[in-house]
Nanobody
Framework: QVQVVESGGGLVQTGGSLRLSCVAS????????MGWFRQTPGKEREFVAA????????YYADSVKGRFTISRENSKKTVYLQMNSTKPEDTAVYYC?????????????????WGQGTQVTVSS
C-alpha cells in the first residue's frame, strides 16, 4: 500500500500563494491516482484536485479551478498542490490521498491511502 506524507501548510494572506507537497512512497503502477482533499470542522472532507500518476491528467473542483494546480514529479514520487489567489474559504486541513484507480476519481471512499493532513490558514 502506498504511504503518503504531506507538508507545506501554513498561514498565508488573502490573495497569496502556498505550495503543498506530498511524498507518495510505494507507487509502482501507472494505474494510480493521487488526490488532494480538504476539511473544515463540522464539514465533510471535500475533493479539491486529482492527478493520474502515469499520464498527468488532472481534474479540479469548481471552487479551486483556475487558482490551484496539481502536478507530480515522478522521480521524487511527489505530488504538489500549488495554491494561488487564495481566499479565506480555502482555510482547512488539506489531505493527500492515493487511489489504485485507472481513472481519476473524486469520491473519498475511492482512496485508500491517506496522509495525516496539513493545516492551511488564509487570513483576511
Amino acid at each position: 500500500q502506498v504511504q503518503v506524507v504531506e507538508s507545506g501548510g501554513g498561514l498565508v494572506q488573502t490573495g497569496g500563494s502556498l505550495r503543498l507537497s506530498c511524498v507518495a512512497s510505494g507507487i509502482s503502477s501507472g494505474n494510480y491516482v493521487m488526490g488532494w482533499f480538504r476539511q473544515t470542522p463540522g464539514k465533510e472532507r471535500e475533493f479539491v484536485a486529482a492527478i493520474k500518476w502515469s499520464v498527468g491528467n488532472t481534474y479540479y473542483a469548481d471552487s479551486v479551478k483556475g487558482r490551484f494546480t496539481i502536478s507530480r514529479e515522478n522521480s521524487k514520487k511527489t505530488v504538489y498542490l500549488q495554491m494561488n489567489s487564495t481566499k479565506p474559504e480555502d482555510t482547512a486541513v488539506y489531505y493527500c490521498a492515493g487511489s489504485p484507480s485507472r481513472v481519476i476519481v473524486t469520491t473519498r471512499n475511492a482512496y485508500d491511502s491517506w496522509g495525516q493532513g496539513t493545516q492551511v490558514t488564509v487570513s483576511s
